[in-house]
């Protein structure tokens, strides 16, 4: 963990306040866009933002939350009780959504689906490479750093407050572009299914705020052998791997409990884990808040 400082609090949309968070003593750790972080907030939680300040910046780094009215007390705290001044431990950066190569981007922001593609799409103008933004919300008011991308990234950007333009034609925001250009998406779910529908998956990279919903075959019960320390853990079929080792006395990290984050990654040693999250495992990996096993034991290392 890092130790940092409120250094600025900013209103900057309806319901959209942006945290800088500056570095207690030495360079905070690097990133890259589409990377996030875990912020240990003072009332125990943990919650999870994608950074959207400027990778350059080693002194401090940039996160926007916008305040849901069913919070589970993530964003509540934030936007009630933070203060500027207040220390929090924030987790290194972590990656899902990268930037990979392209020779041109498109990018589909809804909401404060804004936050990991801003430097996105500051490194691909920065670079020289073809990429433009289409930034969709109900409203110009509720919509954050709209001034910044304008000054910054000029007419690359394309604001629609869609109650009163509606939703773009995503078919024809596709049809002009290079056969190998990358569209990034990241917003709520609507957007992403309808994004979805238009795109080739080999094009698209997405990321969620939530879990898809799907449903999976009843659980079962299943072991978990923890190899560090030899022991084996029974995961109920009413438990989830992540609580039966948290409550065994292995403390693994954990944020949204939805599969989408990341943060509870286990290395999987042998056995056939049932991945049921929405990051994507790679192999030899997988998040114990919701995935589970095919087989009757997992080795994991841990
Ligand atoms: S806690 Fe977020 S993926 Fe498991």
Not at 78 to 98: A, D, K, M
Not at 160 to 188: E, F, H, I, N, W
Not at 238 to 261: F, I, K
Request: proline residues 8%; glycine residues 8%.
């Amino acid at each position: 963990m890092q130790q940092t400082t409120v250094d600025r609090i900013d209103q900057v949309a309806e319901d959209v306040v942006s945290l800088v968070l500056r570095a207690a003593a030495g360079p905070l750790a690097p990133w890259g866009p589409g990377a996030h972080i875990d912020l240990a907030l003072p009332n125990w939680l943990t919650r999870q933002y994608s950074l959207c300040g400027d990778p350059a910046d080693r002194q401090s780094y940039r996160i926007a939350i916008r305040y849901d009215p069913l919070s589970r007390g993530g964003s509540e705290y934030i936007h009630r009780f933070l203060r500027q001044g207040r220390t929090l431990e924030v987790s290194l950066p972590r990656n899902h959504f990268p930037l990979e190569p392209a020779p041109e981007y498109l990018f589909l922001a809804g909401g404060i689906g804004i936050t990991p593609l801003l430097p996105m799409l500051r490194t691909a103008v920065e670079s020289d490479i073809p990429a433009s933004l289409v930034f969709l919300g109900q409203s110009l008011a509720t919509m954050p750093f709209v001034d910044e991308l304008r000054s910054t990234c000029g007419d690359r950007v394309r604001v629609v407050p869609t109650k009163q333009q509606g939703r773009p034609d995503l078919g024809a925001l596709g049809s002009a572009l290079d056969p190998g250009a990358l569209v990034y998406c990241c917003g709520p779910a609507s957007l992403l299914a309808a994004v979805e529908d238009v795109f080739p998956a080999e094009r698209l990279r997405t990321e969620r705020f939530h879990p898809v919903a799907r449903s999976f075959a009843p659980n079962t019960e299943f072991e978990a052998v923890c190899t560090r320390s030899g022991r084996t853990v029974r995961v109920p079929s009413d438990e989830s791997l992540l609580d039966a080792l948290t409550h065994a006395g292995y403390p693994v990290s954990a944020g949204c409990r939805e599969g989408v984050c990341g943060s509870c990654a286990l290395t999987v040693v042998d056995g056939e884990p049932e991945h049921r999250d929405d990051v994507g495992a790679p192999a030899g990996r997988m998040y114990a808040c919701v995935s589970r096993a095919l087989s009757a034991r997992l080795v994991l290392d841990i």
